[in-house]
């Protein structure tokens, strides 16, 4: 009687199941508050080149800007639905606890603590990262350990000023930290002269290189003394806005391996695979399970383009910074990024 029982509720459930998803998922608190006011509030960074900084017509750039943008499109089909909050290192976790801002893709390491004792969730990694250290050619040193008795500049509020204690105690180092609230001043501080060396995720690091007058007579060692994964964090207790944002990421990190780019996405409406179909919204119901159109990852990728197009336009080679993939790269080509599948 029992297996009878069960045998009749799975076929229930087989039948109800494709039904069920047929309508799209009620707008939870943050979407439906997002759709009232017709942006997306992320937080911002005061300016790292690379992940997000305002370009001559005050327009922010960088990879957590079009992160930004890409949640905006899977939306509202509209990348341009977003508004930039400025948060210094120290506001940022606070201002989206208080929902002052919708997302926080600014370079945020994604730490123990933070997930859970701030009451926080992080989405997907969307580089990994790891902290370094800049010097100037003229000092002569070129390794970490080499940086004994050195001043060395760093931002208050970060994962960056707890590693730095750790590493000089780990290694028996006296060192100086010489600390500031935002990292504008920590960088104006290193060019300055007031510090030996200049700490921060190495990233960064060969961003702010290049915005010198003389990136030449700078070097960023080749020692990393931590794990920076950073991650956009939303806030615990919206399961839906969690759901969005992350399968945003992997859909642009899933069109990278796909072989869908900005210029070919209307092309590829057309492709006969099925996970390609199923990433564009050409079958299944992947968007209306959380309460978007069945389009939304179709409108990220037209918006930003995938993944790699998005690290090539602020990080890559031909940039201005002038990064390898390395870490970042595709799984199927030795990096770390590797998306979930929309099925």
Request: proline share 5%.
């Amino acid at each position: 009687m029992i297996r009878r029982g069960l045998l009749a509720l799975g076929a229930t459930l087989a039948v109800a199941l494709p039904a069920m998803a047929q309508t799209m998922a009620p707008a939870g608190p943050t979407l439906a508050a997002t759709r009232s006011k017709g942006v997306v509030d992320c937080g911002a960074h005061p300016g790292a080149a690379g992940f997000g900084v305002a370009d001559s017509r005050g327009e922010y750039q960088g990879l957590d800007a079009d992160i930004c943008r890409a949640v905006a499109a899977a939306i509202f089909g509209d990348a341009s639905k977003v508004r930039f909050t400025v948060v210094t290192s120290a506001a940022r976790l606070p201002a989206l606890q208080a929902g002052q801002i919708d997302l926080l893709p600014r370079t945020t390491t994604w730490t123990q603590s933070r997930d859970t004792a701030n009451g926080l969730n992080f989405t997907a990694v969307t580089f990994y990262d790891g902290q370094g250290f800049m010097v100037r050619r003229a000092s002569g040193v070129t390794r970490a350990s080499e940086l004994e008795g050195a001043s060395i500049c760093v931002t208050s509020g970060t994962t960056n000023e707890l590693n730095l204690a750790d590493w000089a105690r780990s290694n028996r180092m006296n060192i100086r930290p010489v600390v500031f609230e935002q990292n504008d001043e920590t960088r104006i501080a290193y060019a300055s002269g007031r510090c030996d060396a200049f700490s921060t995720d190495a990233s960064q690091l060969a961003g702010t290189r290049t915005t010198f007058p003389r990136p030449e007579e700078h070097m960023v060692l080749p020692d990393i003394i931590s794990k920076e994964p950073l991650a956009p964090a939303v806030r615990h207790g919206d399961d839906q806005w969690f759901d969005i944002v992350r399968w945003t990421i992997y859909a642009l990190i899933e069109a990278e391996e796909l072989g869908i780019t900005r210029a070919n996405v209307d092309e590829m409406l057309n492709s006969p695979r099925p996970e390609v179909r199923r990433l564009l919204g050409v079958t299944g119901d992947h968007g209306p399970f959380m309460g978007l159109e069945r389009r939304w990852a179709y409108n990220a990728i037209k918006a930003m383009g995938n993944y790699g197009e998005i690290f090539e336009r602020h990080l890559g080679r031909d940039s201005p910074i002038g990064l390898p993939r390395g870490l970042n790269d595709l799984w199927t080509r030795g990096g770390l990024m590797y998306a979930m599948p929309v099925r």
